[in-house]
């Protein structure tokens, strides 16, 4: 199998990984050029440990690019966390086509911020789609999908890095052994069921005390790791990662306004929500450190009664 991987950064080093693994004759690699001052993107630094041909193109839409998938001559594609656009003369080059990562069930949840928005809303499930890129956003047929559970405690770190990233790799490979095979199907997305969200960052990320606690523990572990949740001190930013929730039960279990701390222990602080109380365990403020919420609340003279987000 002569193969052309396009991906980046992680998930794509270990789609490289794998394939280099089974004996695939990897013929170059595609991947975006670093921005000033980022690090050094994990595939071009094991591709290029391997001696194998890199390609940085800004753009896939360049002819340059065209150029070099076309010179290559492989049978396949693999496209592993793709953020360039591939426009449909690049995508046909190679003899078989080629295949796309995307993670959810396809057609919900197609954009960039996929893991994101399930746990936010509070989906109990997702999972992963290969399917063929075309030029709509992850519109193309579908070859195969996986499935997985979102645990009700389970962070966006939790559901990529344990179930998504590693099942991804296996199923790139088998949607791979399938097409160079000819025994996969390809299967129209069903638009009825389709559903487009942008990206999840830092404007998505803003805690409402206010909404229901359920909504607000969903978006905090829906944002951990990253963008991260995050709300305000004394006007200052104040990102929040591990927490936990506890829902009133009775009118007497109220403790503190909307947004109020309502508790400080050793190890966290609590904040008062609609309908329950959001306990912090670890935070981070603008001198960018994550610590426990019992030591952020030390450091910031954080006491009950004090109010975030005003």
């Known amino acids: 199998m002569k193969i052309a991987i396009i ?33 050094p993107d994990p595939l071009r630094v094991a591709a290029e440990e391997q001696g194998l041909k890199v390609f940085q193109f800004a753009s896939l839409r360049a002819p340059e690019a065209h150029d070099a998938l076309k010179a290559l001559d492989v049978d396949l594609g693999i496209m592993a966390y793709v953020l360039q656009f591939a426009p449909d003369s690049f995508v046909h080059l190679p003899k078989k086509g080629m295949i796309q990562y995307h993670p959810s069930l396809l057609p919900k949840y197609r954009g960039p911020s996929s893991i994101n928005w399930p746990i936010i809303r509070g989906d109990t499930q997702t999972g992963l789609t290969i399917f063929r890129p075309n030029e709509g956003l992850d519109e193309g047929p579908v070859i195969l999908q996986k499935t997985c559970d979102i645990g009700p405690d389970e962070t966006i770190g939790d559901v990529y890095f344990h179930k998504l990233f590693p099942m991804g790799v296996q199923a790139m490979l088998e949607a791979a052994d399938l097409v160079m095979a000819g025994k996969h199907t390809e299967t129209v997305q069903d638009e009825s069921q389709a559903s487009y969200e942008g990206w999840c960052r830092a404007g998505e990320s803003k805690i409402n005390w206010a909404s229901h606690v359920d909504f607000v523990y969903n978006l905090i572990r829906g944002t951990n790791p990253a963008p991260g949740a995050w709300t305000t001190l004394n006007g200052k930013k104040v990102q929040i990662f591990d927490a936990r929730k506890q829902l009133f039960r009775r009118f007497a279990d ?45 450091a910031n003279a954080l006491a009950k009664g004090v109010l975030l987000g005003s």
């Open 7 to 39: 991906g980046q950064q992680d998930f794509g080093k270990a789609v490289l990984d794998a394939c280099l693994e089974r004996k695939h004759d990897v013929a170059g690699v595609f991947c975006a050029p670093e921005k000033p001052g980022a690090k």
């Open 254 to 298: 109220v403790t503190g306004k909307i947004g109020e701390v309502c508790e400080v222990t050793d190890a966290s602080f609590k904040v008062t929500a609609q309908g329950g109380v959001i306990e912090v365990l670890r935070a981070r403020g603008e001198d960018g450190k994550k610590v426990s919420g019992g030591d952020f609340a030390k």
